[in-house]
């Protein structure tokens, strides 16, 4: 059974930072595609970020380009989020994701829910101006 448990939420004034962890097995964290999602009330569940087996290749949206980063570490098997310059447009619930298989997602797919088959339970970032 593979569990992925977010941490890390919290409030923060607009300009702030903030780190998200995700823990898993060993196994996932190192070797297979892993992502970062995110639901506001009322909307759709959007890509935030995205990292390949290895690490070799991240992938952001648009949205949180040049102030999120997503990177692995292994020794303590957990993918991470940091988000610097938070605005209250990032409010939302954050989840972490990662495929079920250690291969890299299929072409332009990375954004899409459907790429990914365990999700985490969510954490909360709340963005006040």
């Known amino acids: 059974q593979v569990r992925l448990v977010e941490s890390g939420g919290g409030s923060v004034q607009a300009g702030g930072s903030l780190r998200l962890s995700c823990a898993s097995s060993e196994f996932i964290i190192s070797e297979n595609s892993m992502a970062w999602f995110r639901q506001a009330p009322g909307k759709e569940r959007e890509a935030v970020a995205a990292?390949?087996?290895?690490?070799?290749?991240?992938l952001y949206s648009d949205s949180v380009k040049g102030r999120f980063t997503i990177s692995r570490d292994i020794p303590n098997k957990m993918l991470n989020l940091e988000m610097d310059g938070l605005k209250p447009d990032d409010t939302a619930a954050y989840y972490c994701a990662a495929m079920a298989q250690p291969l890299r997602w299929p072409a332009d797919q990375w954004r899409e829910p459907s790429t990914y088959d365990y999700w985490g339970q969510g954490t909360q970032v709340t963005v006040s101006s």
């Open positions: 990292i390949s087996p290895g690490g070799s290749i991240t």
